[in-house]
């Protein structure tokens, strides 16, 4: 294989890619980037086993084709340090051995053969698909997807459930202490559909969505594909049946109040200084027009701010995991927030006011 | 393909049985010698219970037996020792992806070889993933030592013993792997119904070192002369990195990395001499007590014959004895080349 590409282009695309590079993994070859030059297109590949992403590169010079796998850390950081606006001669020889070439420097490094990589598989049929704005997307990722559970024992919790009906996608995370549901308009399917949708994927799509135009999106019995003219990126599903939240987001919350988002999120963070053990609790106390955030922590201290609120009704309190109030406060855009409540022992629900396609549900801590 | 499976009829038919029944198990301990084609059997039967056109065979040409002919396919984890420990990041990782909706398959599958080299964390880390099997998922265990595995992953496995191959299947499966000539006959001897061996003999080309042993044993008889198993380790054997076992004591002063490899490397080839010797000295046993046809070393026969004129058959046995008892010290970094040469010196006299 033999190819001439400018370094910005060839910097730009395997920054793509790296995503889905492994960081541990017992396989080598998922270390590595599977490079595929054939006409005047390269094909850039990385996977995980559970991600995919490809991406092309059109335009390239490329003298002789092949392909070859090459150690992902060390291409990315050698192409940045390649002199900028300049040409980058690879080739690789039957040895596997890859040579990168830019003005008067000559990198050689060793790759893996194409062999080992995992193979590609022809996705199973009956797709659904659908398009979807990328800002909407992106979006509705950035406000679910810090409700996903870490704890890799319930792999169902790790991902985001995602519901597909006539012309929207609703997406529901959750840890078993709060839970984040939206929805988002996407252009009509003919089947509905719901999946478990690994973070990951994610994670890896939002970074590279635009303003500007929308994104292809086919689910599959067993996969997920994001498609743009420049970047394919698949990922399996996770198996299991996802416990059912309809119950959770459709109770009556009959008390409700409400307050400025950032004098909210400062309030508590303030607050949360000092609560400081294992479920760093604020407490939030409501009476008319005001309500009052506080903390303490034996041995520590206590620490107690009251805020402006639009609340009328008998004396409530009850108290959460701050970091979980935070997370929430920080992808609110909306200048007000409602804070809706039964008791001190039943859940809380936070969203914004005006918009209702949005909900974030807290459990209480007892204190 | 199932049929290219030589021998261990009892397990294939005992699996096909399972799976035709639908009782197919989640989990199975494939448990027999080393290189007797356990691994083989597990990944042709991973094949057969997902190949979409399958008959009494599996059909070897549908995308699903393509896939799984290729390598690190994403819904079969393959599991193997990494410097002679399995770690639990390694069973993790094969969970994760258990987690995960098939790519391609009907049976997504961990296949573990070497289950009995698997440390605590990794034991109990596969002990979930047995405990609560997943619909779907085939968990193969092979080993070779069934004692190193855990009861409690035993217990919630399915056991198939394997054993030996008959000498006329191993030899098929050697000439299946394009060994012939007179080695061919020894390989198969030497094996002692496990092709696999004598296939990484081949690999790890210790032919050499043979000739090495055979000198030695012949020439030490005569005139004494010792040997250096450190030199022989520059020379001898392609050493596989992957085998060198993990230092686990004296932490506070780590050997160099370099010295570690060297002295791996001569333990490796030790054991290989010391085995090779161990055969050579059966075989002047066994002519010396007429029992010449059924020698391992048939290619050598006009030097065993030479060596059963210079050790009786009780010199023999108590080298043979003494060659088995240092076996065990080996790792202890006694000196070997002293001691093996002392003992068949002295056996000579």
């Not at chain 1, 193979?119 to 398009?131: A, G, R, T, Y």
């Not at chain 1, 979006?139 to 790790?158: G, H, P, Q």
Request: hydrophobic share 40%; charged share 30%; net charge neutral.
């Amino acid at each position: 294989m033999k190819l001439t590409c400018k370094k910005e282009d060839l910097q730009e695309n395997i920054i793509k890619v790296e995503g889905a590079v492994s960081v541990k993994t017992t396989l080598p070859v998922l270390n590595n980037i599977l490079m595929e030059a054939s006409g005047n297109e390269l094909q850039l590949t990385s996977t995980d086993l559970e991600l995919v992403i490809k991406c092309k590169m059109k335009e390239v010079n490329i003298s002789e084709e092949g392909s070859i796998t090459i150690p992902a850390r060390k291409f990315i950081d050698i192409v940045k340090e390649l002199p900028s606006e300049k040409d980058i001669i690879i080739n690789v020889d039957e040895k596997n051995q890859i040579t990168i070439k830019c003005n008067k420097i000559n990198f050689r490094i060793m790759g893996l053969g194409k062999s080992e990589f995992p193979p590609v598989l022809e996705p199973k049929k009956d797709s659904i698909n659908f398009k979807i704005k990328q800002s909407v997307l992106r979006n509705m990722i950035k406000k679910v997807i810090f409700s996903v559970s870490a704890d890799e024992t319930r792999k169902i919790l790790t991902g985001v459930y995602m519901i597909i009906e006539e012309s929207e996608l609703k997406m529901v995370a959750t840890d078993g202490h709060r839970l984040a549901f939206i929805k988002g308009a996407i252009s009509k399917v003919e089947k509905p559909a719901k999946i478990i949708v690994p973070t990951k994927v994610l994670n890896e799509i939002s970074k590279s969505l635009n303003d500007t135009d929308e994104i292809d999106v086919s689910v599959l019995e067993n996969q997920i594909i994001f498609k743009r003219n420049d970047l394919v990126v698949t990922s399996r599903l996770i198996d299991g049946q996802y416990p059912s939240y309809e119950q959770i987001i459709n109770k009556i919350f009959d008390k409700k109040v409400r307050v400025k988002t950032e004098e909210m999120y400062r309030a508590v963070k303030r607050v949360s200084l000092v609560a400081i053990d294992k479920t760093s609790a604020v407490k939030l106390k409501a009476s008319d027009a005001k309500l009052v955030v506080s903390a303490q922590t034996v041995d520590v201290g206590d620490a107690e701010e009251e805020i402006q609120a639009d609340y009328k009704g008998e004396e409530t309190s009850i108290a959460f995991n701050s970091r979980y109030v935070l997370d929430v406060l920080k992808v609110l855009e909306e200048e007000e927030t409602d804070i809706q409540l039964r008791d001190s022992a039943s859940a809380g629900l936070i969203k914004p006011v005006k918009d209702d396609s949005y909900i974030y549900i807290i459990m209480p801590v007892r204190i | 393909m199932l049929s290219e499976v030589v021998g261990h009829a009892k397990a294939k038919e005992k699996l096909l049985k399972a799976f035709s029944s639908e009782r197919l198990a989640h989990g199975y301990i494939f448990y027999g010698p080393e290189g007797c084609g356990k691994v083989f059997l597990a990944r042709e039967i991973i094949k057969y219970i997902n190949c979409t056109s399958r008959g009494v065979d599996s059909c070897g040409v549908c995308p699903t037996c393509k896939g799984l002919s290729e390598k690190n396919h994403p819904d079969l984890a393959v599991i193997e020792p990494v410097r002679a420990v399995i770690k639990i990041e390694q069973v993790r990782a094969a969970k994760a992806l258990m987690g995960l909706k098939a790519a391609q398959c009907e049976y997504r599958a961990v296949l573990i070889n070497g289950a009995d080299r698997m440390n605590g964390e990794a034991s109990d880390a596969l002990l979930k993933l047995l405990e609560e099997p997943v619909a779907g998922t085939l968990i193969i265990l092979v080993a070779s030592n069934i004692h190193a595995i855990r009861e409690t992953i035993r217990s919630r496995a399915q056991r198939i013993d394997f054993n030996g191959l008959s000498r006329e299947d191993t030899v098929r499966v050697l000439k299946a792997n394009g060994i012939e000539g007179n080695r061919l006959e020894f390989l198969a001897r030497s094996a002692e119904g496990c092709p696999g061996r004598a296939v990484n003999f081949t690999q790890e080309d210790l032919f050499p070192l043979r000739e090495e042993a055979f000198r030695f044993a012949a020439a030490i008889g005569k005139t004494g002369v010792f040997f250096t198993t450190k030199e022989l380790a520059k020379k001898y054997g392609k050493f596989k990195e992957e085998e060198i076992e993990e230092e686990t004591g004296d932490a506070e002063a780590p050997a160099p990395e370099e010295k570690t490899t060297n002295s791996q490397k001569t333990l490796y080839v030790r054991n290989h001499l010391n085995d090779m010797l161990v055969s050579i000295f059966r075989d002047v046993l066994l002519v010396n007590s007429g029992r010449a046809a059924e020698i391992v070393n048939v290619d050598k026969n006009a030097v065993i014959k030479e060596l059963s004129g210079v050790y009786s058959a009780q010199a023999a046995a108590g080298i043979l004895g003494g060659l088995n008892k240092i076996k065990g010290l080996l790792k202890n970094s006694i000196n070997y080349d002293l001691s093996a040469g002392n003992i068949i010196l002295r056996g000579g006299k």
